[in-house]
Structures are given as C-alpha cells and as structure tokens.
C-alpha cells in the first residue's frame, strides 16, 4: 500500500501542535479514506513527545538517525514494542520530520505485520501494573484495563469478532459491508455472554477470577445474551444502563433467583447509572481516567482490583482482614501510599515486601 505524503506531513505538524482546524479536518477526512492507517497513527503518539514546547532546540541529525536506528535495531530483535523516541520540533522540518516518521513506522509496521501474520489470531494485553489504548482495524478505539486482554481476526468477514478476557472500554465505529451494504455486526465475547452492537460506546468488566460479569452502555443499543440459552432471550441496554450477572452455567443464570434486595432474577436486573455527571466521574469507567474507585468492597474484592492495578500480591493472614469494607479511590498513589491511605481509613496491619503485601486484621 502507498501512503499519501500529506498524511505525514499532517501528522508531523499535529503532533509538533502547531496543526490548524483545517490541518486537523483535512486529517481526519485523510484518515477516514485510508482507515488502514488508523492503527499506525495510534502508534506515532508513542514515537512523539507529548510534552514537547514550542521554542525547544531543533532536533538534530543524530537524533533524527536514532530513530531509523532504534527501527532497524527492533526488526533485527523482533521486538513487537513500538520504541520510545524522544523528538523536540522545529517549524521548518515539518516534512523532513515527516519523511523520518514515515521511515521509522515503515521499518516498525513490517515487523509488527510479520508477527500479526504469523500469528492466527491478534493479541493486545494490558500487563498487570499498565493500561493500554490501541485502535482497531476498523477504526475502533479499545481501552485495556490492567490484567486484560482481546483476540480478534481480522474483519473482512460479515461480522467483527473479539473475545474479551478483563476489562476493555469500546467506542465502536459504524462499518458498512461492502457486499450487502448493511451495517456489520461488532461482538463481544466476554466469559458466558455475548455482546452485539452497531456503533456505540461501553465498558465490559469479565475478569475469569471474578464472579460477575458487568456490562455499562455510555451511548447507542448493544443486545447481550447468554451463550447457549435459548430461553431467558436477550437483553438491551440504553445509554446510562447496566447490568451484573453472575458468572454460571446457562441453566443457573436461567433460573428465577432473584437478586439480593430485589424482585428481579438476576438476568433482568438493569441498573439506572447517573446521566447527569460526567463520563469522567462515573465509577464504571473511573479506570480509564487512571482512577481506582471502589464503593463498599470488602478487602477480598478490592485485592484483585488492587494486585491488577499494581502488580502485586495481596496475602490475608486472617479472616476477618478479608471483611473489612472500603470506599474511596486512589490515582497516583504508589503502593505504599495506597495501603497507608487504606490503612487510615480502616485500621488493619500491613507488611509490604517487594511486590508481596500481606494483609491482617488488628483484632
């Protein structure tokens, strides 16, 4: 595929931040002929100094050439890590930038496409410790939680596929097929539910070590039924909707247990979540913000959140240190400021050893 050198050219001066509204529109409008190269412009933002300021010293010959060289050294390593390039702008090597960029992502991108190839399906995990963003190929934006991870082929079939294990924020693009000219599915397959939509925004929680499995719709329609039930029927969230279903075999969640405080079975629950604050406040999507928010969990519950969030593991000495509850939410506390905040708010003993914290009650 040959790609326009515009699109280099505008991308060299939105990442310098000196792009105009029409830069900006003539962009996108590039961008949305070519969605191939969505996932590539993700990836530049990692290659670019997002806190470069106007007025910096150029960047020079050699720190231009470490760039193809980290490139070429990363082909030769077979490394799938886009590398970390330090670049400061100079207004007036907008196209030599360009052409660099071009070079460096030419080099990376046949990489990466040897090992997606080799590869039947495409993996993007999100480590303990770490979130990711990485855009789809067909212009979908997913946000990995920690301890995450999507497989998905490709899309040129009736339908786009992945299969979720953790939890990932969805903004899904509308995709029309270019044999029927409808719109083309996008499903979710997450633990023992599926999830269908069209274009839309949500976020699905389905760690294996948990016992639910919590769907939040921001905006659109997504339809969400269970694998293999052919009785219960499906479920539709609206936009600030919800619902928290227990992780079981398709006869359990079938039946009419209700759930605790309600008359409602478990698989017809929805809850309502605020619509008047903002998406950036709401606890279900707090994680994408870089915000751990928990309310009433007691300390079992908010270890895994925990050990995920920091790639650690939580020990409990004694049982009564599982029970005690906890709400709040923690930001860029490292994980002796976090236990020290808990710990403030709810007395409890704890000892950290490396990546180990072992947990016991005062009783």
Known sequence: METPERIWFLLARNLSGDATEQDKEELKELLQQHPELMQQYDLLHQLWPVHAQTGEEPATNDKLNRILQLAEAERAAGTSEAPVVRIKKRR????????????????????????Q????????????????????????TVWLN????IVYANFNGPQREITLEGEAFFDVVQVL????????PFI??????????????FNVKSYPEEKTIETTLIRGLVQITRKGDTKGGPVYLHPNEKIVLPVSSVE????????????????????????????????????VYNRLEFRGDNFEQLALKLERWYNIKVYFED???RQLKFNGSLQ??????????????????????????FIKSTK
Do not use: C
């Open 332 to 357: 860029n506390e490292t994980v002796e400021q976090a236990f020290m905040a808990l710990k403030a708010a709810v007395p409890f003993e704890v000892r950290i050893v490396n990546n180990e914290v």
């Open 188 to 201: 979710v397959h997450a633990g023992t539910i599926d999830i269908r939509v069209l274009g839309t925004a």
């Open 92 to 115: 007036t090597l907008y196209w030599a930038a360009a052409a660099v960029i071009a070079l460096a992502m030419g080099a990376w991108f046949v990489t990466w496409k040897d090992k």
């Open 177 to 184: 097929s270019p044999a029927t000219h409808q719109k083309k």
């Open 252 to 287: 359990t969640a079938a039946t009419n247990v209700p759930v605790a405080g309600t008359n409602e079975p478990a698989i017809k629950q929805i809850i309502h979540i605020d619509s008047t604050i903002k998406d950036s406040e709401h606890i279900e999507t707090a994680w």
């Open 117 to 140: 190839q080799a590869l039947a399906a495409n993996e993007v995990v999100a480590p303990k410790g770490s979130k990711t963003r990485t855009i789809l190929p067909d212009g979908s």
């Open 146 to 149: 920690a301890g995450s991870r």
């Open 319 to 321: 049982d009564a240190a």
